[in-house]
């Protein structure tokens, strides 16, 4: 699903075929050695599946170049403010000094990891009432794809868990927390205003429209990436449990063992999408029975998020 609006259930984007951008480092290009200047435009020619890989993109003289994400810049962005933050020497990176709040989340947090499993960090920045002030502005998030790390300016962060965006949910309920400042902390101690019943609609319609495009899958080429299967379950599983339980399971106990044979491949894709239209119902069911309320408390984040930008006026 990130961060349009099922795309920001992913913290990596992945920009379309046919955007124009700018390069943000030299390209070699033909066999003599060439290199075209960083600042060069060019359109993306073919995206990748994952923000790993790099991009196909083509130049005004018909050649092209593979480059990642943190190697090129949206050209309209670009032409918006054509300078950089006056002291900042290593651009966003800088940023990463206001990061109040970090944690694992991804198969580590699940307890469904494998020895090769990535570490997938997450967490909430909050620069100073300067710079959120100034001309430059503020990006809504940071991300590494090297580290695999990616951070949300705290008001992009409560916006996201006010929508019930899963990734968002699981970094305030994680047990694998690195840091939190007594602000972070704060956040954690009263993240049940964040929750209501919207989890319903955010899971289901995320895991409905991915089961579609797996059947898909499934009918023309008869395999499937089994991990991304595990984890739509896994989303759903976690759906019914928040709205019966009212906190959000990070750590998957019970079932683990039949999560682990799903990702291994080991299940049948009709023994899957039975579990799976199972969860369904009694996701229906947890619906009609929870306590949460309709809609989380906006007043408690607004009145959280003021106090957190009085905070950095200091």
Known sequence: ?????????????????????????????????????????????????????????????GSHSGLHRQEIAIRKHVQNLQFDRPGFRHGDRDLYDYIIYRCVVGSRAFGLDVEDSDIDKRGIFLPPAHLQWSLYGMPEQLEDVHTQECYWELQKFLVLALKANPNILECLYTPLIELATPLAQELLDGREHLLSKLVYQTYNGYVLSQFKKLEQDWRARGELKWKHVMHLVRLLYSGVTILRENSVPVRIVDNRERFIAIRNGEVSWHEVNEWRLDLHKQFERAYDETSLPERPDYEWANDFLIRARREMVK
Do not use: C
């Open 1 to 61: 699903m990130d961060t349009s609006e099922s795309d920001k259930i992913s913290p990596h984007l992945i920009l379309p075929v046919g955007t124009q951008v700018v390069t943000l480092v030299d390209t070699a290009y033909g066999t003599g050695g060439s290199t075209r200047p960083s600042g060069s435009v060019g359109k993306i020619l073919q995206a990748p599946n994952d923000s790993r890989h790099a991009y196909l993109v083509q130049f005004p003289d």
